[in-house]
């Protein structure tokens, strides 16, 4: 077998032009405040990104860039500004944080009807409980519509995540089991993963490790997610060994060009969901 590829990039770009039009029937433009603190080269591309497409689309994106030694209580005295500014739809603050930065503290300040994240614990609980109302995580948000558009129905399916992080793993296997599938965690000190993976119809990884998923560890036939990005002589590699995956599995992401093109078309979609709610419950009240 050799697998049929996702096409994240192309499947992302589909996303974002229907997301476009429905913009530009918008009254007003949605605004995404993007905040920054610190000059770790990979944040300041990715938030660069986020806003050149936030942009593309019709929004109003601005990244606040703060230096490294800004102290804790004037980030969060620009978040709560931010949270009390109603031209602003929707806050990301940039992860990772600098050490002497609470990330937990800073994620609970956002308001959770701009939390476009979905990292705070008011909709990781309301995610957690299937509730609709949640705003969810971009990257997980982004592997459902994957999978789904690959698949169709994931009732019954067995999925194996790697990985149990609170942007990725956590968040998924929550989806996922609101979708019916039977979903297993795997973390660093799982005994025997292949022995997992070997029994899973999708298999996630989002561990960091450098193509650790290889083609004995998988049955026939099965659908692979790589959340992967590691960077090794300046050349991207997922968590997938994808040369030998690609003769097993039925699907596999690429990367680059999977998953990560999903995580920013659907952290817009979280936006445009943001301003809709907050300009409705205006109309309401
Ligand atoms: N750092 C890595 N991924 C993410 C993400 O999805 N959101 C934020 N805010 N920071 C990140």
Same mark, same amino acid.
């Given at each position: 077998?050799?697998?049929?590829?996702?096409?994240? $990039?192309?499947?992302?770009?589909?996303?974002?032009?229907?997301?476009?039009?429905? +913009?530009?029937?918008? &009254?007003?433009?949605?605004?995404?405040?993007?905040? *920054?603190?610190?000059?770790?080269?990979?944040?300041?591309?990715?938030? @660069?990104? $986020?806003?050149?497409?936030?942009?593309?689309?019709?929004?109003?994106?601005?990244?606040?860039?703060?230096?490294?030694?800004?102290?804790?209580?004037?980030?969060?005295?620009? +978040?709560?500004?931010?949270?009390?500014? @109603?031209?602003?739809?929707?806050?990301?603050?940039?992860?990772?944080? &600098?050490?002497?930065?609470?990330?937990?503290?800073?994620?609970?300040?956002?308001?959770?009807?701009?939390?476009?994240?979905?990292?705070? &614990?008011?909709?990781?609980?309301?995610?957690?409980?299937?509730?609709?109302?949640?705003?969810?995580?971009?990257?997980? $948000?982004?592997?459902?519509?994957?999978?789904?558009?690959? +698949?169709?129905?994931?009732?019954?399916?067995?999925?194996?995540?790697?990985?149990?992080?609170?942007?990725?793993?956590?968040?998924?296997?929550?989806? *996922?089991?609101?979708?019916?599938?039977?979903?297993?965690?795997?973390?660093?000190?799982?005994? %025997?993963?292949?022995?997992?993976?070997?029994?899973?119809?999708?298999?996630?990884?989002?561990?960091?490790?450098?193509?650790?998923?290889?083609?004995?560890?998988?049955?026939?036939?099965?659908?692979?997610?790589?959340?992967?990005?590691? @960077?090794?002589?300046?050349?991207?590699?997922?968590?997938? %060994?994808?040369? %030998?995956?690609?003769?097993?599995?039925?699907?596999?992401?690429?990367?680059?060009?999977?998953?990560? &093109?999903?995580?920013?078309?659907?952290?817009?979609?979280?936006?445009?969901?943001?301003? *809709?709610?907050?300009?409705?419950?205006?109309?309401?009240?």
């Amino acid at each position: 077998m050799t697998a049929t590829i996702i096409d994240g $990039k192309l499947i992302a770009e589909n996303l974002r032009n229907l997301l476009a039009e429905k +913009i530009a029937a918008l &009254p007003n433009k949605p605004y995404l405040a993007v905040v *920054l603190v610190g000059n770790d080269p990979a944040s300041i591309i990715y938030d @660069r990104n $986020k806003q050149k497409a936030a942009q593309a689309l019709g929004m109003v994106c601005d990244i606040y860039h703060l230096p490294e030694e800004t102290p804790e209580e004037d980030l969060l005295e620009l +978040i709560g500004r931010l949270n009390n500014d @109603r031209n602003v739809n929707g806050i990301l603050v940039q992860m990772p944080l &600098p050490k002497h930065i609470s990330s937990a503290k800073v994620i609970e300040a956002i308001a959770h009807e701009k939390d476009v994240d979905g990292f705070g &614990p008011y909709n990781a609980g309301l995610l957690h409980e299937n509730d609709p109302r949640a705003m969810i995580a971009a990257t997980p $948000k982004g592997i459902l519509y994957l999978l789904e558009h690959s +698949i169709g129905d994931l009732s019954g399916k067995h999925a194996v995540i790697i990985g149990r992080s609170n942007i990725v793993g956590r968040p998924l296997a929550s989806l *996922l089991l609101n979708r019916h599938c039977t979903v297993t965690v795997a973390h660093s000190k799982t005994v %025997d993963l292949p022995k997992l993976t070997q029994q899973a119809d999708i298999v996630v990884a989002a561990c960091g490790c450098s193509q650790m998923v290889k083609k004995d560890w998988l049955k026939e036939g099965a659908t692979v997610i790589d959340v992967g990005i590691n @960077r090794i002589d300046n050349k991207l590699f997922g968590d997938v %060994d994808f040369d %030998d995956v690609k003769e097993k599995a039925a699907f596999i992401t690429p990367v680059p060009g999977g998953v990560g &093109p999903m995580t920013i078309a659907m952290l817009l979609d979280n936006t445009y969901q943001a301003y *809709l709610n907050q300009n409705n419950n205006l109309k309401k009240g």
